[in-house]
């Protein structure tokens, strides 16, 4: 079944990992200034897998980005409720003097958590992502979807926050297509344990991707982003289809992609 | 897809996609096989100078016989005054590229991180390597004397420049993807310097120390030639001195020789197994 979604349930906003209040970003000053997102209000729930599709150069990646907090809006405000983002790129930009076991400890690290605290968390992280006894490999000895797999894990491993003040909040995942410069194969086995360890850890993920069948396969909830600017033009509830009606539903939001686009031509 | 299948999909995937490790070359045939070269190269080197010298093309005083000068280098061996040549000459350097090492690296770091020092005496440093240090012995005899103090001088004009541009340029050469993962994993300013900006700046930085030694062992050895005075002591740049004043030839090629040898050998037991290290660990092994 495919619905838009008129209006979401009202839920505490305390609750919401994160909440856009008419977000904007322009990049540039005056006339040249380009206008990456606009009037952009968005929410996700505890909990919730929500996809981002648009075209190419919407402004996933930036909206991905204020998030993140590696960019300030430039209007409207996001509210985030949640311990620190965890964000995969779409590389899985390793660090290359460190091995496996020591990416996934870096944000650790960095956060001054001892080290057999690390150890034994990072090879928890390992066998989550399922490449146990695979810590002690750098990174150019690992497939490009293992690397990828190494990346979430790191992403995971800095949401675990360990100081204290994101304690008892609610985790956000933040992918920019992750999955995108691997080959289908693999991809496919990515997107099975995605779910399967947004299952286990029960984290918000906001998913951007430009691929409609991979964001209606993973997602609760498929947003599609117009282009310059990005606004949010529709919304459908995606959850549990299976079989035909998921084939439906990615003929509908691929129509509409369709249409967004070809509204440019003009 | 049953979960079971998706497993061992993927556990083909990871065991197809795992590299191969090369079978380890025995050691002795790896000792050979880099050994080997340069040896035969050298005594081609000797056969050639040999024959040249028999041939007489020079007289005796322009081209020595290779015997003579071997005997010269056995000479100073078995009187032990090779030793302290060496350390004369070497200590100094090592001191001199020590102090180069901490005055560089802030400076490096600042001229790489604060856009108006870049602007300011960035230029001015990249200028500065080019400039020969050999011709800041005269001002420095002239400021500090006939001492230590401008022998170190000119060796710091010297290093100081190349370590510092060479930290430069492997900052910029950092993607700057990596400082941006840095911050999304929660690194704060100094957190992004020490745990992603100089881990990633490392092979550049050890390119520029490797310049930066040669640089350093140049400068002294000019220093040292042209600042000659009984009370710096004998390194090698004034053994040199010696052999020209005593229109001495051989004594002169020795002392060549044996500049040569420890400038390659403090690189290729220092700074060639340094840069090996570091780049193999991270995958960017040349042929070698
Ligand atoms: N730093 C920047 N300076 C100027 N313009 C920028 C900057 N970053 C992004 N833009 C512009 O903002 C718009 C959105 O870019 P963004 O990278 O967010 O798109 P995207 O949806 O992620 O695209 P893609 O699918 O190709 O990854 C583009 O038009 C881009 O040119
Ligand atoms: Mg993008």
């Not at chain 1, 020591?102 to 958590?113: C, H, Q, S, T, Y």
């Not at chain 1, 982003?225 to 959850?239: E, F, I, K, Y």
């Amino acid at each position: 079944m495919t619905a838009t979604i008129e209006a979401r349930q009202a839920v505490t906003a305390a609750t919401q990992p994160v909440r856009f209040h008419q977000v904007g970003k322009a990049f540039g000053q005056g006339r040249r200034a380009v206008v990456a997102l606009d009037q952009v209000d968005l929410e996700v729930a505890v909990g919730e897998f929500v996809c981002l599709v648009g075209a190419s150069g919407c402004g996933k990646t930036t909206l991905l980005n204020l998030v993140a907090g590696l960019d300030q809006p430039t209007a409207g405000g996001i509210e985030i409720n949640s311990s620190r983002p965890a964000v995969v790129f779409q590389e899985a930009a390793l660090m290359p003097w460190l091995t496996a076991a020591g990416n996934i400890e870096l944000p650790l690290r960095m956060a001054g958590v001892p080290k057999s605290v690390r150890r034994t968390k990072a090879a928890e992280l390992l066998e989550l992502v399922r490449l146990g006894g695979l810590g002690d490999k750098r990174p150019h000895e690992l497939s490009g979807g293992m690397r990828q797999r190494v990346a979430l894990a790191r992403a995971l491993a800095s949401t675990t926050d360990h100081t204290g003040s994101g304690a008892g909040k609610p985790s956000l995942l933040l992918m920019d297509e992750p999955f995108s410069a691997l080959d289908a194969i693999t991809r496919d086995v990515l997107q099975g344990e995605l779910l399967r360890i947004w299952q286990a850890t029960g984290t918000a993920i906001l998913f951007v991707t430009h691929d409609v069948r991979e964001a209606v396969r993973l997602g609760q909830r498929v947003v599609l982003l117009s282009s310059r600017p990005g606004r949010v033009v529709r919304q459908w509830d995606v959850n549990g289809l299976t079989g035909p009606a998921e084939i439906a539903a990615v003929d509908e939001v691929n129509a509409a992609l369709r249409q967004v686009i070809s509204s440019h031509a003009a | 897809m049953p979960l079971d299948t998706v497993g061992s999909v993927e556990a083909g995937l990871d065991a197809l996609d795992t590299p191969v490790v090369e079978a380890k070359v025995s050691l002795p045939r790896r000792i050979v096989g880099r050994v080997l070269p340069p040896i035969v190269a050298i005594a081609l080197f000797v056969v050639v100078w040999q024959i040249l010298w028999a041939a007489a093309f020079w007289p005796e005083f322009k081209l020595p016989a290779p015997v003579d000068v071997g005997a010269q280098i056995w000479e100073l061996v078995t009187t032990g005054e090779i030793l302290s040549l060496f350390w004369v000459s070497v200590h100094r350097a090592v001191i001199g590229f020590a102090i180069s090492l901490l005055i560089a690296v802030p400076l490096g770091l600042a001229i790489a991180n604060i856009t108006v020092v870049r602007r300011g005496i960035g230029p001015l440093v990249s200028g500065l390597q080019s400039l020969p240090s050999v011709a800041w012995v005269p001002a420095a005899i002239l400021w500090f004397g006939l001492n230590d103090r401008a022998i170190y001088w000119v060796v710091l004009l010297g290093a100081v420049p190349s370590i510092a541009n060479g930290l430069v340029s492997g900052l910029d050469q950092v993607p700057p993807i990596l400082p941006r993962v840095g911050k999304a994993l929660g690194a704060g300013r100094w957190g992004g310097i020490r745990y992603i900006l100089l881990p990633a700046a490392l092979p550049g930085f050890l390119g520029g120390l490797k310049q930066g030694w040669a640089f350093s062992w140049r400068s002294l050895m000019a220093a040292e030639l042209i600042a000659t005075s009984p009370d710096l002591g004998e390194g090698l740049g004034q053994y040199l001195h010696n052999g020209m004043s005593l229109s001495d030839i051989s004594m002169v090629f020795a002392g060549i020789m044996l500049i040569f040898a420890v400038g390659v050998g403090i690189e290729l037991l220092v700074f060639r197994p340094l840069e090996n290290t570091v780049l193999r660990a991270r995958g960017l092994t040349r042929a070698s």
